[in-house]
């Protein structure tokens, strides 16, 4: 939504919805029984019996999503088939995040009214500016009318982590890359974790910065985040490498600059077995390929993914097929909810019916076998055709285009392995824009 409402020109407001889980009542079938708060004295021997959801009830989170939803599709906002938080109407979509909501729509005017008539059937709901700083992310506008970019950042906690590290020192220096060429290993028989700070806590938030705005540190954070329960010092190193990377480039962010015509570009990556030869070779988890991907809508970075595969592949060409297949799992529901959010946000029909859908591989194999006839396989691809075969059914239907691409600017690289400084900063730049 962000980058159509960059595209568009749309105008946005977030809201707050206040002692939310309260709003909803129980199921008429559902009895709940209380005792009297303190200082409520209503007789000796007697509770109290609940009427409406309170917080604490493991159902009112789906009490309150159950009564926003019915007062939402009551004026006219219809919920999406494809994500269950959004809600699409003739001249408004909402985005739901608990009980925070984030309006979209070509005129203020239209938010205004939806956001008139909740109140009117009893929801308290506040308006409170626009989407600039919703869920912690700064958005601020670079560009022009006629050429728009945007630049989404999260200093606030970028710093909150440097400081976590111990890192606001001048004696640390600035790092060139969030992480070593060398893969993590598990480092079972390494010095203990020192404890000088809360490594979960740090990875936690390192996860949710690289989810929303700093995607280049996306595989160096995974690496870490698979020991959050038994780190040892060489993992503590790793974290602090990522703290030194994000203080040399404190006030960067992902910068967002749409092109003019639709597209949906992919870029998956797959590292062979990247681990083997750098932990036991007795433990079957050293021999399992990394998938990464990126994927991009008019040329801006929407969705981004680093992880180990769940099986182990036999191949470079499977590894990077396993890993296409994959992505195509995010690919495809994205692409739909384009199409079915076309008449709401006024992009033409024609245009989206024909929007340019492309996946980007530079594995030679891979890309043949993807290209392959639904019922065509090789005999060395049969023990994982039933799995990751699926989606060339949609190729074709879908139109979708597999091209080659050079591995020099494979953006899916930053997802699988640490890579050199020029490498790093040149796809960097591509994915980033800095």
């Not at 105008?11 to 709003?23: C, E, G, L, N």
């Not at 079915?340 to 594995?363: F, P, Q, R, T, Y």
């Not at 990751?388 to 879908?398: A, D, I, N, P």
Request: with cysteine; proline share 5%.
């Amino acid at each position: 939504m962000m980058v159509l409402s960059t595209k568009l020109g749309l105008r946005s407001a977030q809201a707050d919805i206040t002692a939310a889980f309260v709003h909803a009542e129980l199921a008429p079938d559902e009895h709940i029984f209380v005792h009297q708060p303190a200082g409520f004295q209503r007789g000796h021997n007697l509770v109290l019996s609940l009427n409406r959801s309170v917080y604490g009830l493991r159902q009112a989170p789906r009490y309150f999503f159950q009564h926003l939803k019915r007062h939402l599709e009551r004026h006219g906002l219809q919920q999406s088939s494809l994500d269950p938080c959004l809600f699409i109407g003739k001249s408004v979509i909402a985005l739901c995040y608990v009980d925070d909501i984030l309006f979209y729509a070509r005129a203020d005017s239209y938010i205004d009214d939806i956001i008139q008539r909740l109140k009117e059937d009893g929801i308290m709901i506040r308006k409170e500016g626009s989407a600039e700083g919703f869920l912690g992310v700064d958005v601020k506008s670079l560009g022009t009318p006629s050429a728009p970019r945007l630049l989404l950042t999260q200093t606030g906690l970028t710093k909150r982590i440097v400081e976590a590290l111990g890192l606001c020192s001048t004696f640390s220096s600035a790092a060139a890359t969030p992480a070593e060429t060398s893969p993590l290993p598990k480092d079972s028989q390494g010095v203990p974790a020192t404890g000088t700070f809360n490594y979960a806590a740090v990875v936690g938030m390192l996860l949710y910065l690289s989810g929303h705005t700093r995607p280049d540190i996306a595989f160096a954070v995974h690496q870490c985040a698979r020991y959050t329960f038994c780190p040892t010092r060489r993992h503590e190193l790793a974290l602090i490498r990522i703290g030194r990377y994000l203080k040399g480039t404190m006030d960067k962010g992902l910068i967002m600059s749409p092109n003019d015509k639709p597209c949906v570009d992919c870029y998956p990556d797959a590292d062979f077995a990247g681990l083997y030869g750098h932990e036991d070779s007795q433990d079957p988890h050293c021999a399992r390929s990394r998938t990464g991907y990126l994927i991009t809508m008019f040329d801006c970075p929407v969705l981004w993914k680093s992880k180990l595969q769940t099986e182990i592949a036999l191949s470079t060409m499977e590894a990077e097929y396993v890993a296409l297949s994959t992505s195509c799992k995010d690919l495809f529901p994205i692409v739909d909810l384009i199409r079915e959010l076309c008449s709401a946000v006024g992009l033409e029909m024609a245009a989206v019916a024909n929007m340019h859908i492309k996946i980007h591989e530079d594995n030679v194999g891979a890309l043949t076998l993807a290209s392959l006839e639904p019922q065509r396989m090789t005999p060395r691809s049969k023990h994982y055709a039933i799995k990751y075969h699926w989606f060339r059914e949609h190729v074709h239907s879908k139109r979708v285009h597999l091209l080659k691409i050079d591995s020099r600017n494979q953006l899916g690289d930053l997802f699988t392995k640490g890579l050199p400084a020029p490498a790093f900063t040149h796809l960097r730049s591509l994915l980033m824009g800095w």
